[in-house]
């Protein structure tokens, strides 16, 4: 009956769950801009205070790796590392973009089952990170950035399957279509998500490197040097 904490920090909403057995216990968000370094740990303490567990209780952490923000996806990935370093218990990096397919499923649970999910992170302009998985939850197309443009689209129109588009991204799809042409399904990055697979990854023994793991940015930070001033 493992009691894993789950951290989402992805994107703007900062969420923190914690599974106790089979199932999410505890849930705890935000939707507040740049709240992450603010709120993660106060979420940490009142779930586990809710759930009357210490963190000595916890069997493992799960952490969504990326891709995202940067700096969410940094104080995420430590916050989890320093818990699971503390009390020498294992650590769980769940792909983003498959826990947001994930919620596609766990909201939708009779899709067709050729059902493609095209789970989206809005990126800049008209660019999303993005990544194609089946309703077994295994990928079909690997992360990559990929402009929402006539020559996506239309690649998408040839698909054979039943087509679904879900995270902060697919409105961007929304946005080129034709009305009605395209399913897009309203899933945001939460720790409720990635409850199912932090409990089968903790079965499996699938778990990332506690000192080596970092997050998944996909592309690397832009980071620029201000001006000098005269």
């Known amino acids: 009956m493992p009691n894993i904490l789950l951290i989402e920090t992805a994107t703007d909403i900062c969420s923190v769950g914690l599974t106790i057995g089979e199932s999410l216990s505890v849930l705890r968000e935000s ?18 205070k809710e759930a009357e567990l210490q963190t000595g209780d916890l069997d493992a952490v799960a952490v ?9 996806l940094r104080i995420g990935l430590s916050t989890a590392k320093g818990l699971c370093y503390a009390q020498s218990i294992p650590l769980i990096g769940i792909p983003t973009l498959k826990s947001l397919a994930a919620g596609v499923l766990m909201n939708h649970p009779n899709l067709e089952p050729d059902t493609h999910i095209h789970a989206m992170i809005d990126a800049r302009r008209m660019e ?16 990559q950035a990929l402009i929402i443009d006539e020559t996506a689209l239309g690649a998408w129109r040839k698909e054979k399957n039943h087509t679904i588009f879900c995270g902060n991204g697919a409105f961007k799809v929304n946005a080129h279509e034709n009305e009605g042409e395209f399913h897009t399904i309203d899933v945001t990055c939460s720790a409720a998500n990635m409850a199912k697979i932090a409990i089968k990854s903790l079965k499996n023994n699938d778990l ?13 930070p832009n980071i620029t040097t201000p001006k000098k001033r005269l």
Do not use: D, Q
């Open 128 to 143: 999303v990170y993005t990544a194609c998985y089946g309703t077994n939850l295994v990928e079909i197309h690997e992360t």
């Open 208 to 220: 990332i490197n506690l000192a080596y793991s970092v997050p998944f940015y996909y592309k690397s």
């Open 31 to 48: 939707t507040k801009p740049n709240s992450h370094a603010a709120l993660t740990t106060i979420y940490i303490e009142e779930c586990l």
């Open 64 to 72: 969504s790796l990326g891709p995202g923000s940067y700096t969410g």
